[in-house]
């Protein structure tokens, strides 16, 4: 079963002979290695590269293993290198070469060398490894399977996709199993055996169950604003457990790197700044958030919103939570202010967009709800609510542009409408 992630392969295709090394991050399983070996390569062979210029080392494969030893893989490229056309080296698992940050910056001074890798172990999987070859690379994100990305191969209607999305998530492999019970158990290991290992391991974190907990705790309340001095006292008030806000800070800091989750930051409309706390935090993939639960907490409303916000980052947008400040008569008919929330304030470049997600908008009541917070904003930039209750996307009265969920999800320029 074949996935096009023509957003990905069309990146590796812009970078091309930039001089840089191209690293292909993301979460273990979401398609790198098919990303590079296969799709990249169709790609090149199909521009006429000959097939002598296109070496493949997968350093996991046992024979390729004595091509970890840097002076031997160093030896092996610079030999196969026999003419002055461009050879593409295409590396995965590079954790797994000895000393591979002074490899890699070593074949930047091989003129015909175009450079690309992969790696899955907790070193790679983390955001920050562009530093460790001091600004030499240039990484190429990768996620999860798009619920647009997952219909191309999808036997059946949206609404059964999106029943099956919403519950097992966009890792590739997923879709390779038939059976509930297969998709749960492939799941649940992964979450187990690699991010959670690798984390431990990596970070050499002490109480494991606490750390543990922390992620039961961030799954069960995506969407939800927090801090580690709230997480803190949900340890202390609920687990009877006393953490330190300092360290809840590390166990998200390691979260984040590993790309399990992703932090959203708050920011004042109308003061133009952020608001340093508290954020809210967003998973990669809704199966793993769910596997992590056991499957007992899928509530469509903050799964839907967490898959907006996946989609946002995937088309490029920086992705934030708005406020904007209001003034209100109180009971006593006091002036008093309060912050009013909207879901996500999107920046691209310049155009920035102002989003709400509602699951359904069943009346005028919750429709105003919805509106209020939007028509509080006093700038031009394009008020959206995204509801699946809405048959066609059209705009309101008001301005406000309606946008059917599948609409958002299948259709990338729906938000020009």
């Given at each position: 079963?074949?996935?096009?992630?023509?957003?990905?392969?069309?990146?590796?295709?812009?970078?091309?002979?930039?001089?840089?090394?191209?690293?292909?991050?993301?979460?273990?399983?979401?398609?790198?290695?098919?990303?590079?070996?296969?799709?990249?390569?169709?790609?090149?062979?199909?521009?006429g590269v000959d097939t002598a210029h296109i070496l493949e080392i997968p350093f996991d494969d046992f024979g390729f293993k004595k091509y970890r030893e840097p002076e031997v893989l160093y030896e092996y490229v610079k030999n196969q290198i026999k003419d002055d056309q461009k050879h593409y080296i295409l590396m995965d698992?590079?954790?797994?070469?000895?000393?591979?940050?002074?490899?890699?910056?070593?074949?930047?001074?091989?003129?015909?060398?175009?450079?690309?890798?992969?790696?899955?172990?907790?070193?790679?999987?983390?955001?920050?490894?562009?530093?460790?070859?001091?600004?030499?690379?240039?990484?190429?994100?990768?996620?999860?399977?798009?619920?647009?990305?997952?219909?191309?191969?999808?036997?059946?209607?949206?609404?059964?996709?999106?029943?099956?999305?919403?519950?097992?998530?966009?890792?590739?492999?997923?879709?390779?199993?038939?059976?509930?019970?297969?998709?749960?158990?492939?799941?649940?290991?992964?979450?187990?055996?690699?991010?959670?290992?690798?984390?431990?391991?990596?970070?050499?974190?002490?109480?494991?169950?606490?750390?543990?907990?922390?992620?039961?705790?961030?799954?069960?309340?995506?969407?939800?604003?927090?801090?580690?001095?709230?997480?803190?006292?949900?340890?202390?008030?609920?687990?009877?457990?006393?953490?330190?806000?300092?360290?809840?800070?590390?166990?998200?800091?390691?979260?984040?790197?590993?790309?399990?989750?992703?932090?959203?930051?708050?920011?004042?409309?109308?003061?133009?700044?952020?608001?340093?706390?508290?954020?809210?935090?967003?998973?990669?993939?809704?199966?793993?958030?769910?596997?992590?639960?056991?499957?007992?907490?899928?509530?469509?409303?903050?799964?839907?919103?967490?898959?907006?916000?996946?989609?946002?980052?995937?088309?490029?947008?920086?992705?934030?939570?708005?406020?904007?400040?209001?003034?209100?008569?109180?009971?006593?008919?006091?002036?008093?202010?309060?912050?009013?929330?909207?879901?996500?304030?999107?920046?691209?470049?310049?155009?920035?967009?102002?989003?709400?997600?509602?699951?359904?908008?069943?009346?005028?009541?919750?429709?105003?709800?919805?509106?209020?917070?939007?028509?509080?904003?006093?700038?031009?930039?394009?008020?959206?609510?995204?509801?699946?209750?809405?048959?066609?996307?059209?705009?309101?009265?008001?301005?406000?542009?309606?946008?059917?969920?599948?609409?958002?999800?299948?259709?990338?320029?729906?938000?020009?409408?």
């Amino acid at each position: 079963m074949e996935y096009k992630r023509e957003i990905y392969l069309n990146k590796l295709i812009n970078r091309k002979h930039n001089g840089l090394i191209k690293i292909v991050t993301g979460l273990r399983r979401c398609g790198k290695s098919y990303l590079l070996f296969n799709l990249f390569k169709k790609h090149l062979i199909s521009c006429g590269v000959d097939t002598a210029h296109i070496l493949e080392i997968p350093f996991d494969d046992f024979g390729f293993k004595k091509y970890r030893e840097p002076e031997v893989l160093y030896e092996y490229v610079k030999n196969q290198i026999k003419d002055d056309q461009k050879h593409y080296i295409l590396m995965d698992e590079v954790q797994l070469l000895k000393e591979f940050e002074d490899v890699l910056n070593g074949f930047l001074h091989i003129p015909q060398a175009d450079v690309y890798v992969t790696g899955s172990n907790a070193r790679f999987l983390s955001k920050d490894i562009i530093t460790e070859f001091r600004g030499r690379g240039d990484e190429i994100h990768i996620a999860p399977l798009s619920f647009s990305e997952f219909m191309e191969n999808y036997e059946g209607s949206k609404d059964d996709a999106w029943r099956e999305y919403i519950l097992y998530g966009g890792l590739p492999k997923i879709t390779e199993y038939k059976t509930p019970q297969e998709k749960t158990e492939f799941l649940n290991s992964i979450f187990k055996e690699t991010y959670l290992s690798d984390l431990i391991e990596r970070n050499k974190i002490q109480n494991e169950s606490e750390f543990e907990e922390l992620i039961n705790i961030l799954a069960s309340s995506i969407g939800g604003l927090t801090n580690p001095s709230k997480l803190a006292d949900t340890f202390k008030s609920v687990k009877k457990v006393t953490i330190h806000q300092e360290t809840i800070k590390k166990y998200l800091d390691y979260l984040e790197d590993s790309f399990l989750i992703a932090k959203a930051l708050r920011y004042d409309i109308k003061g133009k700044s952020y608001i340093s706390t508290p954020s809210k935090y967003y998973f990669s993939d809704i199966g793993l958030r769910n596997a992590r639960l056991n499957f007992r907490q899928i509530e469509e409303t903050h799964i839907m919103e967490n898959i907006i916000y996946n989609e946002l980052k995937i088309r490029g947008n920086n992705v934030d939570v708005g406020t904007v400040e209001v003034n209100y008569k109180n009971e006593k008919k006091q002036m008093a202010k309060k912050q009013l929330e909207i879901d996500f304030v999107c920046n691209q470049m310049s155009r920035r967009y102002y989003i709400q997600s509602a699951l359904t908008l069943p009346d005028e009541q919750k429709t105003e709800q919805e509106e209020i917070p939007l028509k509080k904003i006093n700038d031009s930039f394009k008020k959206i609510i995204i509801t699946k209750d809405v048959v066609t996307t059209h705009y309101t009265e008001n301005g406000i542009l309606m946008v059917n969920l599948f609409d958002f999800l299948l259709k990338p320029d729906v938000m020009e409408f």
